[in-house]
């Protein structure tokens, strides 16, 4: 009795009522192992802890009642003080090799020899777990160790016994039937992938094991069944399910589930890797991309293991944002509550309100949501990803600390109330005593103190899980708008809710709605779509009352649904979103531009989230960065995601510099210049990826290096005027410099420099304007090129000053006062700016050039100038912007002999200002040119987004127009 006095203290401190029952047991064990003569070493923390373990564990109890060398051998070992490496399990099974026929009873002796042996794998392992599992719950029970090792030590725990199961039981097959090999002639193994908790290393307590198994190759056994190596992996499954599951008077290892692989209970145990792609490719159900967020190969061959592993990826996370998941998790957790509801079980602490399934489902939506463009969010475990939720602003950052600290609490609370009988359950105990225990063994003095912590901390994680699946909105929509959306009542009340939401011509919007829902893309929608559909059209029928233009907005909005009604991802996006919907209703209201723009390219919906940034266009140095960024992730030589890539960038950035204008967020020349900068960052970064992709293939140009390219791109018209539009084509000119043309490149596949610059003016100018599901980058225009459309696509800077001096028409050399160096070789933009200072430069004689600009002005007017007396055409009409701009050009043409400072700026508001003080020109003039230019332009960017023509009523620029054609007169006639 001298061990059970030593602990008379610890005894003291247990609930009253239970003091009684852990002395008789704790006495029944000493007595058993003083009887069997067992020597164990004890140390205050062990006796510190034996009375709370013994207490709160009946299966601790009784398992080292029924083996007390058990715990003795833990004890002496000093495992049961020891952190467990990752390697531990594997080490300590591989100590004892199955093969001792001595330790079987006496009626396996006469089993075939391959049985005995599975018989002692199965008992080994047997004992194996239930010593290991009492450390667990030692070290757990007696706070010893943290919640993640307990997690991670079930974890190991499981995926060393399969592995030793597996490998013990893949020799036996062998060697009775022969090896599988793959395509090289090695043997061939299985991969068993683990999913939820274990796949995770978040194993709970009493957790059974889900497993999915996996073969690479097909073939053919050389035995005289000529066995299928399906066949053969199919035996080995099943064998080692068994060895796993099944119970015996030893207990289990694990209880195994197979139920998740494809199909189900009707689908093949095991799969080869090429049935599986096709299955999750083409028959997979929505609820298993879920279950594969958590996938990990736990054993089996780990080399052909990674090529499964890669085919999931895109299965789990879409390139595009899914918010259909909020919705599928919303269901399915509806049918999980109503089935406990069913079974009067809501007080699961897994499954039930406020429960840890819903803080694993609120960290699922987000990583199906946003995996496939946030990387970081591809983890399976859940205290991982709500960190990065906290981190990426995707959650506040309370509430993400508050669902970390809440799930480590109820996963404790899941794991004592298993260690209690080891059993799988996840139902808080109904009987007084049992609650006493587990409030106990949690460090709580009563059951009352526990239960409202326990409340409190599901009303928080509820509450968080309502705000992310909008329970509360989705339960009280509006039944008016429903109804408008169902046409299910008579038209004049229909008519008359719409009235209540705003709508003016009440009639023709009903009709419009009527049209919309019986309209061919409507009908071709899947049930699911339908679904989301029904759930965002009422609340946009609410909402448009926020615009003062309900009518036209609502018309607006129900073509840009109508085009992309095949993609449920963009209208689940709007509907789980009701700020995402607001900013739609605000900029359909203000631009019928924006709802084509993203009918074409409904992948900007995503930027519909965020205001900060959807209203804040990037700054040249920023672009670049982005664009360094997600351009790094492309192999060298992948053009068609390359080209994918860029024009995403440039939609997603043309989409935000609209936003702010639409918004007047920002002023007129601003757009411009936002939208110069987009061009020219996408021009720089095509042109090095050209490069990098020919010399790759080709190598590089003498004296050329990554830097110094010898190649660059020089922009006319608006973009060289930093003044492109939101429709604005490209014109371009493309300049090499080489001492040799007939040189070769240093590559395995070598080229004359020649060729090789001809390749990479046509690569950028391929990459630029190719037509592709996504667009097209930028229209690109190279007829200024010398010799135009009959001239070679990149001239030799050499040969381009010779033509500009000798050949160029007057007409190439008002385009020259707006060509700007864009991207390439910084020493060729020396030189090109320097042959334009100079060409510009030199003297002309005056009343010719003037002559030659007006009758090309005429020309341009004739032909392109609005017909209609009381249309005005902003660029081509009299007194427009042609007007202006080729006044500048002949002011520098004349003027730049005498002042070569007018050659250093393209734009034509910074040239004006030249003009005015070279003395060209009077300063009211050049303040009339440079308001009637900024004025004309305000009014093209607003026609646009508007999507009119660049035509407008004459009366309304009337004076101003009149002012310019004055100055014309003055200046060119």
Known sequence: MSFIRNLESEFAALPGRLTTTVIDSLTKWDERVKELKLNFTQTPEF??????????????????????????????????????????????????????????????????????????LMIKLRDFRRREMVRIAWRDLAGWAELSETLTDLSHLADACIQYALDFLYQEACELRGTPLLADGTPQQIVVLGMGKLGAYELNYSSDIDLIFAYAEDGVLPDRKETTYGEFFTKLCRSLVKVLDESTVDGFVFRTDIRLRPYGDSGPIIMS?????????????????????????????????????????????????????????????????????????????????????????????????????????????????????GELELLAQADADQLKQSYRFLRRVENHIQQYQDQQTHDLPSAPAVQRILAYSLDYSDWTSFKQDLDKVRAQVHEVFDQVFSLSKQDS??????????CVADESELMGHLKECGIQDTGSILAAIKDFKHCAAIRRMTTKGAGVLDRLMPQ??????????????????????????????????????????????????????ICAYLAQYPVLFDELLDTRSLY??????????????????????????LMVVLRQFKQLNVLRVAA????????????????????????????????????????????????SIGFAVI????????????????DLVFLYDCQDGNAMTDGYKPISCAQFYGRLGLRVRHILDTKMLSGVLYEVDMRLRPNGDSGLLVSHINGYEDYLKNQAWTWELQALVRGRFIAGDSQLKARYEAIRSRVLSLPRDTESLKKEVREMREKMRESLAAKDKDQFDLKQSK?????????????????????????????NVRLLEGLQQQGFMAKADAETLKNAYCIYRDFGHKQVLQEDKAVIAEAEVVKISAQVERIWHEYME
């Not at 509006?478 to 959306?485: A, E, L, R, Y």
């Not at 996006?573 to 900029?587: F, I, R, V």
């Open 540 to 593: 946009l029928i609410e909402a448009v009352q926020q615009v003062d233009n309900p009518d036209e907005t609502l018309l607006r909005i129900l073509v840009l649904f109508e085009a992309v009604a095949g993609r449920n991802v963009y209208l689940s996006l709007l509907s789980e979103n009701s700020n995402a919907l607001s900013q739609l209703l605000k900029l359909s209201s203000a631009s019928p531009w």
């Open 273 to 389: 890797f090429d049935g599986m792609e096709n299955y999750y490719q083409t028959q997979a159900r929505e609820w298993e991309r879920y279950a594969m967020i958590k996938v990990r190969q736990v054993a089996g061959d780990f080399t052909v293991g990674a090529q499964l592993m890669a085919l999931f990826r895109p299965f789990v996370y879409r390139r595009y944002l899914d918010y259909g998941a909020f919705e599928e998790l919303r269901s399915l957790k509806a049918q999980i509550t109503q089935e406990l509801r069913r079974k009067d079980r809501m007080q699961n602490i897994k499954l039930g309100p406020g429960g840890i399934r819903e803080i694993e489902f609120i960290g699922q939506a987000f990583q199906l949501i946003r995996g496939g463009n946030e990387k970081a969010l591809q983890t399976p475990g859940i205290l991982d990803v709500l960190q990065l939720l």
């Open 660 to 707: 702010a204008d639409i918004m007047g967020a920002i002023p007129l020349m601003v757009v411009s210049d936002y939208l110069t900068y987009i061009a020219e960052s996408i021009v720089d970064h095509v042109v090095e990826r050209a490069w990098l992709m020919l010399t790759d293939k080709h190598g590089l140009p003498p004296d050329t290096d990554n830097t």
């Open 477 to 486: 929509a509006n039944q008016h708008s429903q109804k408008i959306w169902a």
């Open 47 to 120: 006796n510190a802890s034996i009375a709370k373990v013994w207490c709160s564990s009946l299966f601790v109890a009784e398992s080292c009642t029924r083996k007390p060398e058990l715990l003795v051998d833990l004890v002496n070992s000093g495992d049961l003080s020891a952190i467990y490496g990752e390697n531990s399990y594997v080490e300590k099974l591989a100590q004892s090799p199955v093969e001792s026929q001595a330790e079987l009873s006496p009626g396996m002796v006469c089993m075939p020899q391959a049985c005995r042996e599975q018989a002692w």
């Open 616 to 641: 804040e266009p990037l700054k040249k140095a920023d672009l670049d960065q982005q664009l360094d960024i997600l351009l790094a992730q492309i192999e060298v030589q992948d053009l068609e995601q």
């Open 879 to 907: 007194g427009g912007i042609a007007d202006i701009e080729f006044i500048v050009q002949f002011g520098v043409l004349d003027q730049a002999a005498k002042n070569s400072a007018l050659t250093t700026y393209t734009d």
């Open 715 to 730: 922009g006319f018209g608006k973009l060289g005027g930093i003044e492109l539009g939101y429709g604005s084509d490209l």
